[in-house]
């Protein structure tokens, strides 16, 4: 079992920037990547952003590219989504998850932490 918890989430004007940090734990060995996806209310899971576990390789949503950097320290088993740039259309749930497999930006992750909301005021 693999543990997820997110925290940094808050209220920042349009053009502001947030980081979101993400802790891991329990059997971390087995992730292959961690993501982060966001719900906004009535919708479905987006994918945001993954990294490669031990890898390191980096995935991004188009909406969020150039602006939102996914990293990693695997020494913390943690990682961070920095979100620069922000707009009211970035407004969501931000959802921390592990996957033990390939298919990283399908919502289907073996854990999941419990959100941390996000609003952009415009």
């Known amino acids: 079992q693999v543990q997820v918890v997110e925290s940094g989430g808050g209220l920042v004007q349009a053009g502001g920037s947030l980081r979101l940090s993400c802790a891991a734990s329990?059997?971390?060995?087995?992730?292959?990547?961690m993501g982060w996806f966001r719900q906004a209310p009535g919708k479905e899971r987006d994918f945001v952003a993954a990294?490669?576990?031990?890898?390191?390789?980096?995935y991004y949503a188009d909406s969020v590219k150039g602006r939102f950097t996914i990293s990693s320290d695997n020494a913390k088993d943690m990682v961070y989504l920095q979100m620069n740039s922000l707009k009211p259309e970035d407004t969501a749930a931000y959802y921390c998850?592990?996957?033990?497999?390939?298919?990283?930006?399908?919502?289907?992750?073996?854990?999941w932490g419990q959100g941390t909301q996000v609003t952009v005021s415009s």
């Open positions: 998850g592990a996957t033990e497999s390939v298919a990283v930006t399908r919502p289907f992750y073996d854990y």
């Open positions: 990294i490669g576990w031990r890898s390191g390789s980096t």
């Open positions: 329990g059997r971390t060995l087995s992730i292959y990547a």
